[in-house]
């Protein structure tokens, strides 16, 4: 009995030891073509670093543009997750993209570590492109500094709510002790039996989640960015004069349908442009089309 219940809390201590694993791009994608070439280019591109509040931010930033766009990546990404979109517009922009810290797990925390990027590069006024989670940070940026954004794309996300943090109440209380091996896995198990079958089982797409990197303390953190709240009021003059795109997919198994209904009408003067069948990565999946979408938008007058 007692050689049993050792054995046992052996099994569980072992497997709160195993780290997540992580697949190498370039081996799980062995084309030679313009998206890896495009990739081993950003990759190859050192990041700058700043230090807020004794938390280190890594940033890419590249082009010599007038005009500034920043990139939110989404909850399980990295700057390069938009390596197809830097690489499009850092010829005629200033093109910045960084990797949220894993112990960033605010609203309020993200857009401060945004603002002193922006002060230290000497950047007023800027673009702004968000998906998913960045989607949603974008948007508390633009409700916080109305004032300093141009223009912004909010992309295969969702307005303030209160559906995603009731819906996921319970499995955020078990997070914090599921051991980090068994949160890949689900994550995994997503990827293979949700993700992939709505983006058209991109092998692309596959490859570069797969090497996405993976802890137990950045899912809970950004989780907690993607359930915290803040209010935006549809009457609100400085943030309705701001030009918007919605850009969706009709086939995105993330943002439930009812958000994304939610967000048209929190931004009525918003243009809309919806992917079909493209699934929650579109900006992957159909990167020259959503990079060409994009480009249309900034280029309009307003």
Known sequence: MIFGLLMLLIAVIIL??????????????????????SLRIIRNTPLKTIEVDGVTWNYFMDGKGKK???????????????????????NDYTVISFTLPVSVNSL?????????ILEKEGVNRFHLVGTSMGGYIAQYMVYSVPERIEKVVLSNTFPPNSLLKKENAGKRKFLPFLPEIILFKLSEKQLKNVILPTSKNSKLLEAM????????KQLVGRFDVVVDSFY??????????????IIESDNDPLVPPILREEIKKLYPNAKIYTFHN?????????????????????????
Do not use: C, R
């Not at 500034?68 to 850092?90: A, C, E, P, R, V």
């Open 108 to 116: 309020e925390k993200s857009k401060k570590g945004i603002l002193k």
């Open 209 to 216: 989640l797969l090497n996405l990197p993976f802890s137990k």
């Open 16 to 37: 709160y030891l195993i780290p997540a694993s992580q697949t190498d791009f370039f081996q799980q994608y062995t084309k030679n073509d313009s998206y890896s070439s």
């Open 278 to 302: 493209e699934g929650h990565f579109p900006y992957v999946t159909d990167a020259q089309n959503y990079s060409k979408i994009i480009d249309a938008f900034l280029n309009e007058s307003n």
């Open 68 to 90: 500034t766009i920043l990139f939110i990546h989404g909850m399980g990404g990295t700057y390069d997750l938009w390596w197809n979109q830097l690489s499009y517009f850092k």
């Open 232 to 245: 935006v009021s549809p009457s609100n003059l400085k943030i309705n004069t701001i030009p918007k795109l």
